[in-house]
Nanobody
Framework: QVQLVESGGGLVQAGGSLRLSCAASGRTLRYYAMGWFRQAPGKEREFVAGISWSGSAIDYGDSVKGRFTISRDNAKNTVYLQMNSLKPEDTAVYYC???????????????????WGQGTQVTVSS
């Protein structure tokens, strides 16, 4: 099983940007589709963005389209989430996840993902 560690979270003002990273160990990410999810207090964990193993398939949650960009560097075993034009409603714990079964497509269903990181807090002030 792959181990995932997120980094790059923090406190930012509305309109600002952050770049999250998800570093993998234990196995190469080349065999996984990857996703970013987030969970705000009192809310369910929601899909933010996903990318297939090759990067040919990418999808975003409706609330982040046009503002967030997911990318991956398989040579570095790392996945990124560039977040621009941040809003207070983007405040949440952001999780990286790996999908071993659906490597060529992007699943928005968190049940599809086998491995999860511990999460990184993103707080956007108004």
């Amino acid at each position: 099983q792959v181990q995932l560690v997120e980094s790059g979270g923090g406190l930012v003002q509305a309109g600002g940007s952050l770049r999250l990273s998800c570093a993998a160990s234990g196995r190469t990410l080349r065999y996984y589709a990857m996703g970013w999810f987030r969970q705000a207090p009192g809310k369910e964990r929601e899909f933010v963005a996903g990318i297939s193993w090759s990067g040919s398939a990418i999808d975003y949650g409706d609330s982040v389209k046009g503002r967030f960009t997911i990318s991956r560097d398989n040579a570095k075993n790392t996945v990124y989430l560039q977040m621009n034009s941040l809003k207070p409603e983007d405040t949440a714990v952001y999780y990286c996840a790996a999908d071993r079964r659906n490597t060529m497509v992007v699943s928005k269903d968190r049940q599809s993902y086998d491995s999860w990181g511990q999460g990184t807090q993103v707080t956007v002030s108004s």
